[in-house]
């Protein structure tokens, strides 16, 4: 089993900056992809961007492609979104979630993740 868990979400004002993380922990890969979901009350979870452990390949939604930065720190077994300019509609669940299969420009559908951490609120006020 994968064991994943997000931190780093928050209160913060329209303009300002916030980073997650996400720890995955237990089983192993040689390779994944892990991808950060968002999901707003009322709405269904949307796909954010996504990262390839192996190579570093992005992959971004275009509602937040210039804002929005995903890395990796492998060591760590840690995936980063740094979140800039936010806005009000950036405001839901965040989720962290993890595929060990297929290229990471696929990562889009949420229903194809294998693993999900619990999620970090973040709120944006306007």
């Known amino acids: 089993q994968v064991q994943l868990v997000e931190s780093g979400g928050g209160l913060v004002q329209a303009g300002g900056s916030l980073r997650l993380s996400c720890a995955a922990s237990g089983r192993t890969f040689n390779d994944y992809n892990m991808g950060w979901f968002r999901q707003a009350p009322g709405k269904e979870r949307e796909f954010v961007s996504a990262i390839n452990r192996r190579t570093g390949s992005t992959f971004y939604a275009d509602s937040v492609k210039g804002r929005f930065t995903i890395s990796r720190d492998n060591p760590k077994n840690t995936v980063y979104l740094q979140m800039n300019s936010l806005n009000f509609e950036d405001t839901a669940v965040y989720y962290c979630?993890?595929?060990?299969?297929?290229?990471?420009?696929?990562?889009?559908?949420?229903?194809?993740?294998?693993?999900w951490g619990k999620g970090t609120l973040v709120t944006v006020s306007s």
């Open positions: 979630a993890l595929r060990t299969w297929g290229a990471v420009r696929a990562m889009a559908d949420w229903r194809t993740m294998e693993y």
